[in-house]
C-alpha cells in the first residue's frame, strides 16, 4: 500500500487560487490511479477529481471542472490539485486517494482504498 499526506490547505477569499499538494511514499505510485474528495461540514465526502495511472487522464466533477486541474508526477512521487477562482462553496476538507480499480474515474469514493488525513480549505466571500 501507499501512504499519502495532504497539505497547502488554508484560508482564502472567493475569486483567489491555491494548489493543494498530496505526498506519496510507500508502494511504486504509478501502480495507482489517484483522486482528490471533498468534504464540508454536514455533508458527505464528493468527488473533485481523478488522474489515472496508465495513461493520465482525468476527470472532474462538474462543479469544478475548468477551475480545477489535477497533475501527478511520478517521479517524484506526488499529487497536486490546482484550485482557481475559488468560491465559499469551496470550503471543505481536502483528501487525497489511492486505487488500484479500473473504476477510478467513476466518482464513487468506494473504489479507493487508501486515504490521507485530510487538509482544510476555507474560502472567504
Known amino acids: 500500500q501507499v501512504q499519502l499526506v495532504e497539505s497547502g490547505g488554508g484560508l482564502v477569499q472567493a475569486g483567489d487560487s491555491l494548489r493543494l499538494s498530496c505526498t506519496v511514499s510507500g508502494r511504486p505510485f504509478s501502480y495507482y490511479a489517484m483522486g482528490w474528495f471533498r468534504q464540508a461540514p454536514g455533508k458527505e465526502r464528493e468527488f473533485v477529481a481523478a488522474?489515472?495511472?496508465?495513461?493520465?487522464?482525468?476527470s472532474y466533477a462538474d462543479s469544478v471542472k475548468g477551475r480545477f486541474f489535477i497533475y501527478r508526477d511520478n517521479a517524484r512521487y506526488s499529487l497536486s490539485l490546482q484550485m482557481n477562482t475559488l468560491k465559499p462553496e469551496d470550503t471543505a476538507v481536502y483528501y487525497c486517494a489511492a486505487t488500484k480499480s479500473e473504476e477510478f474515474e467513476s466518482g464513487r469514493a468506494i473504489e479507493y482504498d487508501t486515504w490521507g488525513q485530510g487538509t482544510q480549505v476555507t474560502v472567504s466571500s
Open positions: 488522474i489515472g495511472y496508465v495513461d493520465g487522464r482525468t
